[in-house]
């Protein structure tokens, strides 16, 4: 009983709560609602308030789509994965060719190439009578500095030496800065048609180089270092070669070459048509 008598107690100690008294409003007076009711009874400050609120709506809008579209900001120096991958762009070939150029004149002048090797010198005389094409493709590739630091690739003792393979620029070494691209033709880019003549491939004489069957040639040359009546016009092979000059010069030289030598340049020299008839030694004689 101590316990209920103690909540009773308690009870009648509460004292009622104190509440704020009211405003009262005197009689007859209007009405006037409080905020925000307010702003719908004010129609020009209703109205100011709703532009200014679809003026900044609009504004907002505007910003963030500007933001969205706007380039994004310079990296600093930073590659990103497509520069720092890059696609290598192929460069020109600048020993190719579509057709070589008409470079020499057989009516007015005489030519000769001579070839600048580590050995020496070797003169040749070009046939510009007798095989004008050929000779100006030979011209046109030496004048174009096609033959220059490529290298005698091939070398058959008793036989023949060859250059004129654009891939043997640089030594065929594949390390070395001046070596060609993978890919390199065995030609300038173009071929020239077989000239035929009856002229022998004797010892000292230039023809140049083709494939078993060919009847085109390209760039390569070879200069016979012995007879090779095997080679000739009426061998009866089914390839042969037609010579269009001869060594007159350094014939030493020619059997002193290696595979692998190099050729540091080819001059052409262009000399005017002399009344004397050409020296049989330049000239070989066709043979029956």
């Known amino acids: 009983m101590a316990k209920r008598r103690r909540r009773e107690l308690h009870h009648l100690g509460q004292r009622p709560t104190q509440r704020k008294p009211s405003r009262t409003v005197p009689a007859g007076a209007p009405y006037k609602p409080g905020f925000p009711m307010n702003l ?86 070009l046939f510009e009578d007798i095989a004008p094409k050929t000779v100006n493709s030979f011209v046109f590739l030496a004048q174009k500095g096609f033959y220059d630091q490529l290298t005698f690739h091939r070398v058959v003792p008793n036989f023949v030496v060859q250059a004129g393979d654009p891939r043997s620029r640089g030594g065929l070494d594949p390390n070395r800065p001046d070596a060609p691209p993978p890919g390199v033709a065995d030609g300038p880019g173009y071929t020239v048609d077989d000239e035929p003549n009856q002229l022998r491939n004797s ?23 012995k007879d090779n009546p095997a080679l000739d016009y009426d061998s009866g092979a089914q390839t042969v070669f037609y010579p269009f000059g001869k060594v007159i010069e350094g014939m030493d030289v020619v059997d002193a070459i290696q595979q692998g030598d190099l050729i540091e340049r080819v001059e052409i020299q262009q000399l005017p048509k002399s009344s004397t008839p050409t020296p049989e030694a330049a000239t070989p004689t066709p043979t029956p």
């Open 40 to 125: 719908l009874t004010q129609s020009t400050l209703f109205y100011t308030m709703g532009a200014i609120i679809i003026i900044g709506g609009v504004l907002l809008a505007f910003i963030l789509q500007t933001q969205r579209s706007s380039p994004a900001p310079a990296n600093n120096g930073t590659p990103t994965v497509a520069e720092a991958s890059p696609t290598a762009t192929p460069t020109p070939n600048p020993f190719a060719f579509s057709a070589p150029e008409q470079v020499t004149d057989p009516n007015a002048y005489d030519y000769r190439a001579v070839i600048h090797t580590v050995k020496g010198d070797i003169v040749i005389d």
């Open 203 to 225: 010892r000292g004489t230039v023809a140049m180089a083709k494939r078993q069957g060919e009847k085109r040639f390209g760039s390569q040359f070879f200069i016979n270092l």
